[in-house]
């Protein structure tokens, strides 16, 4: 008598607990995915979010990042952000070394002074 | 105009990227140093850091990053409110781009010169049209990085939106909520800011604060179907499901909208269907219908 109430009990709690949790979750719509589903350009970023991720993640590995922090690198960009790394990490503008300017300036005159447009260095 | 107190992380080699984003970050209240934001943003294949990375890493440390706008009045309204701003520079030329990021901390309209935290100069002075040239040439771009109650200056209620979106799914809502609720202080009537704001006050457990926010939105946009979804489902779960079918009754009519947002919508229709039709208590709200 006593364990089939406390069998009825728990029954009763199980499906206290599961309706809650669908209410919660399944049915509400968060702000980031509204705000994304509001825009064509938004809408294909979600929808390529899962896959881009991981194309991210593989391509910062292959460019010297270590796996652990690649992962939460990418866990912190947007949809927009992964599907534009995603696409042109080559290409994307990266700040870096100012230094290096010095550096670029003397190749380019190096050049000039080898095709012999100027004698910069044979003049010293 | 100079915001003297801003920190300095002189740039060791390629890592402009973590110095400027460590000013800004240390600005705002975050104790970090370039050293540790390196491992967040350096790109050792590209002996630099991209912009996304960037802002992804100030979200990592609970600073919101937005967007600036790409005009020297964004900047200058942005110092005027106490935030020094994260630029990209050019510094070579087109075919042979040097890219740099800097931080810049003030303008002295006498002399037109900007006063930037750069490279390995804690006082870098360059004139308003050298300044100009180099940012152009990197597409004017800018941002700042907020703790969650504080906007900037320049933004506009869209470029809010997108980056307090942004931010809550690195961030999550209650450590968001202070930025919707900031943004629904400057700019009352607006659709998709209360709507942030209802659902981050949710999330954060604030169902009475949320319902308010919730009927706000209703008022200025009868029509936003995902608010009428999403307030529903929390009248339910206020034990007033009579309110909440007034309240979904004309998502469900709605027609053309995104399958989605449709099916959400059904799941919360059914769900309310294993309420008994009766009147709701006393104190649930009057919801506007």
């Known amino acids: 008598m006593i364990t089939a109430r406390i069998l009825m009990l728990f029954q009763a709690l199980i499906l206290v607990c599961a309706t809650t949790a669908t209410s919660t979750q399944a049915a509400v719509i968060s702000t980031p995915d509204y705000v994304s589903e509001t825009s064509r350009d938004g809408r294909l970023a979600q929808i390529n979010a899962v896959l881009a991720r991981d194309e991210v993640r593989q391509q910062l590995v292959a460019m010297g990042v270590s796996h652990e922090d690649a992962m939460a690198r990418v866990a912190a960009l947007s949809p927009a952000e992964l599907q534009q790394l995603g696409q042109r990490m080559e290409q994307l503008p990266a700040g870096g070394d100012i230094l290096g300017l010095i550096g670029a300036v003397f190749v380019v005159l190096l050049i000039l002074e080898l095709v012999g447009v100027t004698n910069i260095f044979t003049a010293v | ?289």
């Open chain 2, 1 to 289: 105009m100079e915001l003297d107190d801003v920190p300095f992380f002189p740039q060791s080699r390629y890592q402009c990227g973590p110095a400027a984003l460590a000013t800004t970050l240390n600005y705002s209240g975050v104790d970090i140093d370039d050293r540790a934001l390196e491992q967040a943003v350096f790109l050792p294949g590209r002996e630099g850091s991209l912009q996304a990375e960037l802002l992804a890493a100030s979200r990592r440390h609970g600073r919101i990053p937005y967007r600036i706008a790409g005009n020297p009045e964004a900047l200058t309204s942005e110092l005027a409110a106490g935030n020094p701003v994260l630029v990209m520079q050019n510094l070579g030329i087109d075919a042979l781009p040097q890219w740099h990021y800097a931080v810049v901390v003030g303008y002295h309209s006498g002399e037109r010169q900007w006063l930037l935290r750069s490279g390995t100069e804690r006082r870098h002075t360059a004139s308003h049209t050298r300044f100009l040239i180099s940012w152009q040439k990197a597409a004017y771009w800018a941002a700042v990085t907020l703790p969650p109650g504080r906007l900037p200056a320049s933004a506009t209620p869209a470029t809010v939106t997108q980056a307090l979106a942004d931010a809550e799914r690195v961030m999550g809502a209650p450590t968001v909520l202070p930025g919707w609720e900031a943004a629904v202080t400057r700019w009352p009537g607006q659709a998709e800011l209360l709507f942030g704001a209802a659902n981050a006050q949710r999330s954060a457990g604030h169902k009475h604060a949320a319902s308010q926010r919730f009927e706000q939105l209703l008022i200025s946009d009868p029509e936003h179907y995902a608010g009428r979804n999403n307030y529903a489902d929390l009248l339910l779960a206020l034990g007033c499901p009579a309110s909440a079918r007034t309240v979904l009754a004309p998502a469900q009519q709605a027609r053309g909208l995104a399958p989605a947002l449709e099916a959400v919508i059904a799941a919360t229709a059914g769900e309310l269907d294993q309420y008994p039709a009766q009147p709701d208590r006393e104190d649930c709200p009057a919801a506007p219908s």
